[in-house]
């Protein structure tokens, strides 16, 4: 077996964006691209609750028509619950009572929570078995999917657990967006919008309202295209920067600010990330880092998905500022990095806990 068979980190995988590419998924682990003893393996599906219930059955029908062997399938809890160390011992365990062996495939389907749970067993089981991602949220097609970053959460933090370890593939099908909850497509918006700031060029061309058409269904086409556009983005940074030394960073623009009152708050990823956003930017104005301009436009694009922009009542500064100090990127001192003006500049810089914890101070949010 090869070091590609296993998924060995920093490998290109095989990127296919494409509506209607995951009912192609047997074929395309057929292909001699990417695993020409494809049959003689053994495959696992995990899923979460929601999924599982829904578009397993297709998925197994359509492994057993292509001649794979039928897969297994490991349902795992919806959201952060699926990145605990209970979530992961489980489908280990599930994993080794099935006698999977290190030529066995491992297939997330669903969102960033069971992408990067999926990730980190398949990184670990037998010390590395090759994976696929099939994301099936906006905000995993946009971002979560890409570039190998893979984890489990801690009490203490987000992603505080992990590593870097590639699929072989990532099969990204924007018709799965066609029944994401409308409050999904609005989180994952977040990401988009991040991306149109550290990729100028494209901030022109974004609008949540295009994402669907008059009779409000899903407009794949344009949301399509807006897939294609995060991804370039995100392939030609890690690219650069695979383990997260340097310009990489830029990608977790909004999220040091937005895990700590995420995680404090409990609200969505997307909603955090978009208050992170603000309030980062917000310091970078101040420090002569960003330019009001670029901050604003960003701000409007946010305002004009219903996303918000200041942080909830319900954060505690303390609580959420610790959570802050815990963040991966710190080194001492909290940091914090924006995108700079134009394409692959980005800027890092120090906040104190105290400057931070005067930011979320009640009488500067609103209801």
């Avoid at 074929?27 to 003689?40: F, G, Q, T, V």
């Amino acid at each position: 077996m090869t070091e590609r068979d296993r998924g060995i980190p920093n490998r290109k995988p095989l990127v296919m964006i494409e509506t209607g590419s995951a009912s192609m998924l047997p074929d395309i682990i057929m292909s001699p691209r990417l695993l020409p003893d494809a049959k003689e393996r053994d495959y696992f599906l995990v899923v979460d609750n929601k999924f599982g219930n829904t578009q397993f059955p297709m998925l197994v029908k359509r492994f057993q028509m292509a001649g794979l062997r039928r897969p297994k399938g490991i349902v795992v809890p919806e959201g952060e619950e699926a990145k605990s160390f209970k979530t992961y011992e489980n489908v280990i365990n599930l994993l080794e009572q099935s006698r999977a062996n290190r030529s066995a495939v491992l297939v997330a389907v669903g969102g960033g929570t069971v992408g990067d749970l999926t990730g980190h067993v398949a990184a670990t089981y037998k010390r590395g078995v090759p994976y696929i991602q099939v994301p099936t949220t906006l905000l995993s097609q946009v971002d979560s999917s890409i570039g190998g970053k893979v984890g489990l959460n801690t009490e203490g933090g987000k992603n505080t657990v992990g590593q870097f370890y590639d699929p072989i593939a990532i099969v990204i099908d924007p018709s799965f967006l066609r029944t994401l909850p409308f409050h999904e497509m609005r989180s994952g918006w977040a990401e988009v919008v991040k991306y149109s700031v550290i990729n100028p060029n494209f901030v022109e061309k974004i609008d949540f309202n295009k994402m669907f058409g008059e009779d409000l269904e899903v407009d794949l086409d344009y949301i399509q295209d807006l897939i294609k556009f995060c991804v370039k983005t995100k392939q030609a940074i890690v690219e650069k920067d695979p383990y997260d030394d340097g310009i990489r960073q830029v990608l977790n623009f909004g999220h040091t600010i937005g895990h700590g009152i995420e995680r404090d708050a409990k609200i969505s990823h997307g909603d955090a990330v978009a208050i992170g956003m603000v309030l980062e930017s917000g310091l970078a104005v101040r420090r002569g880092l960003m330019s009001e301009a670029l901050r604003d436009d960003m701000i409007f694009l946010l305002v004009d998905a219903g996303l918000p922009i200041v942080p909830p009542q319900s954060v505690r500064p303390d609580r959420a500022v610790a959570y802050m100090e815990n963040d991966k990127k710190n080194d001492g001192s909290i940091n914090i990095v924006v995108p700079g003006e134009g394409s692959n500049k980005y800027s890092k810089f120090s906040v104190s806990a105290d400057e931070l914890r005067e930011l979320l101070r009640p009488p500067l949010r609103t209801s």
